[in-house]
């Protein structure tokens, strides 16, 4: 897994600010008036920091911008950065500008004079998110140090209540990371059986990981999941993960879609970009990433991840359009369209969810549709919900940690658009609506009894540019909004 830079929390110390080596940052707030330590780098720079933070330029940041003076006189280092930031800063204004810090640091060490500020560790959290790069199969003339993140250090006031209060928020961004790399590998070395071996490491943080092979799908009934892989020379798996910190409670269950790569299968997609269909496996990833996020800060709570693995490929074996199979649940589907998989993969993941482990609620999340991007764009994924409060709960924890997400619609009508002249239901139900009948369908296996969310990540897990937290590529949405729902609704508290 892509590791995180080191972080290091330390006592202030001014006198070592003229030797220290990359990029010196510090925090001034809108009017420019310099705190103890931006005083002292002033007197070291010779006034060129007053002289920034008077400036215009500076009045013209927005809060979580950076402004940079390269080269200062009397200085060791190589850079400046003064971090536009009120001393009770939004948590996402204090994450951008973290995430502004290390973009301008580069490869240089960045170290970072926070004094006692209320928002250090959403800071420091922002600028671990964004110091991400997955260069996993690139080559390069740079020797391992030289390619290795370079450290953040961090002066202020009590650095031991700053590293605990970050301790929660790294295991997080490493849950993060894990979902990134998952997602950005390419299909020929993410094969379902080398994401299954991956989830299996997951045991090293006492996540209680279980491998459910092709033989035990079949005799569990997993019809449908089986079908979207049966024409992939790679085996078909459904991995369980329990992380179990909360004593007796019923546990909360993320159910994963896990498409490791998507041709679309006899309906054959177009091949002008199929090659970005190495991240419809998104949802599968996101369902790791929370469960090493949750094992990681030792959460008290009960969550169980489930998440089918499959690849869907044309072949002589491959389901056809027209076909008919029956799910575990025992309702027949008739297969319109092949490249509709990701809810006959999710339909029997969810059913088996709920047979085995009665969850107290269940969030099932994909990359479903093209039809949620239409209409969201990639600024928010899709929530449907048969339980309003539990929505609610959700959208609360994304808007908290600032990941887009808009509640959408559910409905009989979009249940009528899904009925089969040969089945029980169809996997489609034409292009109105695409991502809402997608939703209906699966809520068709859901238990009444049972909170559900359905969350289409298609237009936010991969992204063709940068974003305020994360390089172009896999964002890692969703791990820190799921993290956040499970620790305001689900963790047992000290007794």
Same mark, same amino acid.
């Given at each position: 897994?892509?590791? +995180?830079?080191?972080?290091? /929390?330390?006592? *202030?110390?001014?006198?070592?600010?003229?030797?220290? =080596?990359?990029?010196?940052?510090?925090?001034?707030?809108?009017?420019?008036?310099?705190?103890?330590?931006?005083?002292?780098?002033?007197?070291?720079?010779?006034?060129?920091?007053?002289?920034?933070?008077?400036?215009?330029?500076?009045?013209?940041?927005?809060?979580?911008?950076?402004?940079?003076?390269?080269?200062?006189?009397?200085?060791?280092?190589?850079?400046?950065?003064?971090?536009?930031?009120?001393?009770?800063?939004?948590?996402?204004?204090?994450?951008?500008?973290?995430?502004?810090?290390?973009?301008?640091?580069?490869?240089?060490?960045?170290?970072?004079?926070?004094?006692?500020?209320?928002?250090?560790?959403?800071?420091? /959290?922002?600028?671990?998110?964004?110091?991400?790069?997955?260069?996993?199969?690139?080559?390069?003339?740079?020797?391992?140090? =030289?390619?290795?993140?370079?450290?953040?250090?961090?002066?202020?006031?009590?650095?031991?209540?700053?590293?605990?209060?970050?301790?929660?928020?790294?295991?997080?961004?490493?849950?993060?990371?894990?979902?990134?790399?998952?997602? !950005?590998?390419? %299909? !020929?070395?993410?094969?379902?059986?080398?994401?299954?071996?991956?989830?299996?490491?997951?045991? =090293?943080?006492?996540?209680?990981?279980?491998?459910?092979?092709?033989?035990?799908?079949?005799?569990?009934?997993?019809? *449908?999941?089986? %079908?979207?892989?049966?024409?992939?020379?790679?085996?078909?798996?459904?991995?369980?993960?329990?992380?179990?910190?909360?004593? =007796?409670?019923?546990?909360?269950?993320?159910?994963?879609?896990?498409? #490791?790569?998507?041709?679309?299968?006899?309906?054959?997609?177009?091949?002008?970009?199929?090659?970005?269909?190495?991240?419809?496996?998104?949802?599968?990833?996101? #369902?790791?990433?929370?469960?090493?996020?949750? %094992? %990681?800060?030792?959460?008290?709570? !009960?969550?169980?991840?489930?998440?089918?693995?499959?690849? @869907?490929?044309?072949?002589?074996?491959?389901?056809?359009?027209?076909?008919?199979?029956?799910?575990?649940?025992?309702?027949? #589907?008739?297969?319109?369209?092949?490249?509709?998989?990701?809810?006959?993969?999710?339909?029997?993941?969810?059913?088996?969810?709920?047979?085995?482990?009665?969850?107290?609620?269940?969030?099932?999340?994909?990359?479903?549709?093209?039809?949620?991007?239409?209409?969201?764009?990639?600024? @928010?994924?899709?929530?449907?919900? !048969?339980?309003?409060? /539990?929505?609610?709960? /959700?959208?609360?924890?994304?808007?908290?940690?600032?990941?887009?997400?808009?509640?959408?619609?559910?409905?009989?009508?979009?249940?009528?658009?899904?009925?089969?002249? #040969?089945?029980?239901?169809?996997?489609?139900?034409?292009?109105?609506?695409?991502?809402?009948?997608?939703?209906?369908? +699966?809520?068709?296996?859901?238990?009444?009894?049972?909170?559900?969310?359905?969350?289409?990540?298609?237009?936010?897990?991969?992204?063709?540019?940068?974003?305020?937290?994360?390089?172009?590529?896999?964002?890692?949405?969703?791990?820190?909004?799921?993290?956040?729902?499970?620790?305001?609704?689900?963790?047992?508290?000290?007794?």
């Amino acid at each position: 897994m892509t590791t +995180l830079a080191p972080v290091t /929390f330390a006592p *202030t110390d001014l006198d070592a600010l003229a030797t220290a =080596e990359g990029v010196i940052a510090c925090i001034v707030p809108e009017g420019g008036k310099l705190g103890t330590e931006a005083r002292r780098l002033n007197r070291l720079t010779k006034g060129a920091v007053k002289r920034a933070a008077e400036s215009e330029a500076f009045a013209k940041l927005d809060e979580g911008d950076v402004l940079e003076l390269k080269y200062p006189a009397g200085l060791a280092a190589t850079a400046v950065a003064i971090l536009r930031l009120a001393p009770r800063a939004k948590p996402g204004d204090a994450r951008d500008g973290g995430a502004n810090l290390v973009q301008l640091r580069g490869r240089h060490p960045l170290t970072i004079l926070a004094g006692a500020h209320r928002q250090l560790a959403e800071i420091v /959290f922002g600028a671990a998110l964004r110091d991400y790069a997955f260069d996993a199969h690139k080559t390069s003339k740079d020797d391992g140090e =030289e390619a290795a993140p370079k450290p953040i250090t961090v002066l202020t006031a009590k650095p031991e209540e700053a590293e605990a209060a970050f301790a929660g928020l790294r295991a997080v961004a490493e849950g993060v990371f894990l979902t990134r790399d998952l997602v !950005n590998e390419p %299909a !020929n070395v993410l094969t379902t059986t080398e994401f299954a071996e991956r989830l299996r490491k997951l045991g =090293e943080l006492g996540v209680e990981v279980e491998i459910l092979d092709e033989a035990e799908l079949e005799r569990l009934g997993m019809r *449908t999941l089986l %079908a979207v892989g049966q024409g992939s020379e790679s085996p078909s798996y459904v991995a369980v993960m329990r992380w179990n910190g909360g004593g =007796e409670e019923q546990p909360l269950a993320l159910v994963g879609k896990g498409v #490791v790569f998507d041709t679309g299968g006899i309906s054959i997609k177009p091949s002008a970009g199929m090659e970005d269909m190495t991240m419809d496996m998104g949802g599968a990833g996101t #369902v790791a990433g929370v469960m090493h996020a949750i %094992a %990681a800060r030792k959460a008290r709570a !009960n969550v169980v991840g489930l998440v089918g693995l499959v690849e @869907n490929m044309p072949d002589g074996r491959a389901q056809r359009p027209g076909d008919v199979v029956r799910s575990m649940k025992g309702d027949t #589907v008739e297969v319109i369209n092949t490249d509709a998989e990701g809810r006959l993969v999710l339909c029997d993941v969810m059913w088996y969810a709920q047979e085995r482990f009665a969850p107290s609620a269940m969030i099932d999340l994909a990359t479903l549709t093209g039809a949620i991007i239409i209409g969201l764009g990639h600024e @928010n994924a899709g929530v449907f919900s !048969n339980d309003d409060g /539990f929505a609610d709960a /959700f959208l609360g924890a994304a808007r908290a940690t600032g990941e887009g997400a808009w509640r959408m619609p559910l409905g009989k009508a979009y249940d009528d658009m899904l009925k089969s002249r #040969v089945a029980d239901v169809k996997n489609v139900g034409g292009r109105p609506a695409g991502s809402i009948t997608a939703a209906q369908f +699966l809520k068709r296996f859901v238990k009444d009894e049972t909170p559900w969310i359905h969350l289409d990540i298609a237009g936010v897990a991969s992204l063709k540019s940068s974003s305020a937290l994360a390089p172009a590529g896999a964002t890692g949405w969703g791990v820190r909004a799921l993290d956040r729902l499970i620790r305001d609704g689900y963790e047992k508290g000290d007794g």
